[in-house]
């Protein structure tokens, strides 16, 4: 493995893994970005889902409305882009939609007189958009958690000593990617190694434009996230 597609993140944090978020976007998408001038973001491996602050409901709103519920049209949506520290993370709809399994009464009597063996209940599946609510206040804005969809696409070492996270984008399988990839440093302007002809996004497939299976039984959030108070350090 190479570390030339490692980019490091600077933790301004003092209790979480916690970064400065700014510039939260759609590519195409009517929406107000929720970090101005700034959000903090966490990292934390122990957080299913992506969790956001309430002040993001409108932007999420808009996001969840290009969402078909029979999950037809995932290979149509669009990247969700952010920057830590600086640098553009993208984040295919694997990310960020998922897909939930509901089980209903079937709405025939007649499937109560059925033999042994037949179902009075159906399951359906639906895909929704993938944010958990979160109401806390840091001192560089409203507290988003960036837990496992995060990691699943971006290969994560926490440098302790350093007070750094380095990223770079993984595959499927929990490895760095090994071809070229750019991460744009918005701060100085600079652009790093990019293979010729490639564009932003380009290194995704169409296996990260489908929807993620989720137990929502199975769905955990930090303990420190659940308390009533909205303040918190990062």
């Known amino acids: 493995e190479t570390s030339a597609n490692f980019q490091a993140l600077t933790v301004v944090g003092k209790v979480h893994?916690?970064?400065?978020?700014?510039n939260l976007h759609v590519p195409g998408l009517a929406a107000a970005d929720?970090?101005?001038?700034s959000c903090g973001a966490i990292v934390d491996s122990g957080t299913s889902l992506i969790a956001a602050p309430s002040v993001a409901a409108g932007f999420i709103r808009r996001l969840a409305q290009l969402i078909h519920g029979d999950c037809s049209n995932m290979d149509s949506l669009p990247i969700l882009?952010?920057?830590l520290d600086g640098k553009v993370i993208e984040l295919p709809p694997a990310a960020y939609v998922m897909r939930t399994r509901t089980t209903i009464p079937r709405n025939s009597s007649i499937w109560k007189r059925m033999f042994a063996g037949a179902e009075e209940h159906q399951t359906i599946h639906r895909c929704r958009v993938a944010f958990m609510t979160l109401d806390k206040h840091s001192q560089y804005g409203p507290v988003w958690i960036l837990g496992m969809p995060f990691l699943r696409y971006y290969y994560t070492v926490f440098d302790r000593a350093s007070k750094t996270i380095h990223v770079a984008p993984s595959t499927p399988s929990c490895k760095i990617l090994s071809k070229p990839i750019s991460l744009i440093n918005t701060t100085h302007r600079e652009s790093h190694a990019s293979a010729p002809g490639?564009?932003?996004g380009s290194r995704f497939t169409a296996t990260d434009f489908e929807a993620t299976d989720v137990?929502?039984?199975a769905a955990r959030i930090p303990g420190w996230a659940t308390t009533p108070d909205s303040?918190?350090?990062?």
């Open 215 to 217: 137990d929502l039984n």
């Open 231 to 234: 303040k918190v350090s990062l």
């Open 17 to 22: 893994w916690g970064l400065k978020m700014t």
């Open 81 to 83: 882009r952010m920057e």
């Open 34 to 37: 929720p970090c101005v001038p």
């Open 198 to 200: 490639e564009g932003a």
